[in-house]
């Protein structure tokens, strides 16, 4: 199937999911990834109607986006893999949203970029829900350390906009069920203690797990390959 099927296909599965969850149809966002994937293949979904993408190695994203920006200036990239500090400056300069904040230097640093460029840049927290993804805050305390220090007014150029995870590779659906509970749960803990902050997104559910992630309360599903295909990790 081509990318703009598979496409299609995704979003009537989204669209199914929100109907039997009587959630209000478009309320979950698509993200695709296209990390691996080349310019020609993300153009495809773009004359296709997708806007929203999703990378995870900043110098690959900062290749292909800086192209696609010329010709599609509406687009919008969030960056979902781990991120080291001497990699944000590009990260703020070409993404809109940052989902994986793992600590608080991160923020110091998006924060300090940020503010050289006077952007503005939302930024969701990954929390570390499941043992065998290694990424984000490794405890709901740390995780709150994290939103509290937004919350005191030290990154003014950072928009604190919601939380990710990832859920284990494994068949077991409870388990993956477990895990975007986990999520939603800090996340409905932390928007009663901080309610002047904007954190609505709750970023969950992949290719193989994203209708569970949708019936769990996820605002964007975040999905490589059943879009794009496969992975080729050797190019
Ligand atoms: C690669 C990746 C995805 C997409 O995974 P698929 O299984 O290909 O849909 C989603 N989220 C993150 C953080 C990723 O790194």
Known sequence: MSVSENLNKILSQIEAEESKCALTKGSVKLLAVSKFHTIEEIEEAVK?????FGENRVQEAYQKFTELYKKYPDLELH????LQTNKVKKAV???????????????????KQASKLEKKIEVYFELHTA??????????????????????????????KGFM??????????LVRMSFKKLKEASESLRNEYPELPLTELSMGMSGDFPIAIQEGSTEVRVGTAIFGERNYNK
């Open 48 to 52: 296709a109607g997708q806007k929203a």
């Open 79 to 82: 960056i979902i893999g781990q």
């Open 93 to 111: 300069e070409i993404a809109s949203v940052i989902e994986s904040v793992d600590r608080i230097e991160l923020l110091k640093e998006i924060e």
């Open 131 to 160: 043992e065998d993804s290694k990424s984000g805050f490794d405890s709901f305390e740390s995780l709150k350390e994290a939103v509290d220090f937004c919350a005191k007014g030290n990154v003014p150029h950072v928009i604190p």
């Open 165 to 174: 995870t990832m859920a284990p590779f494994t068949e077991n659906q409870d």
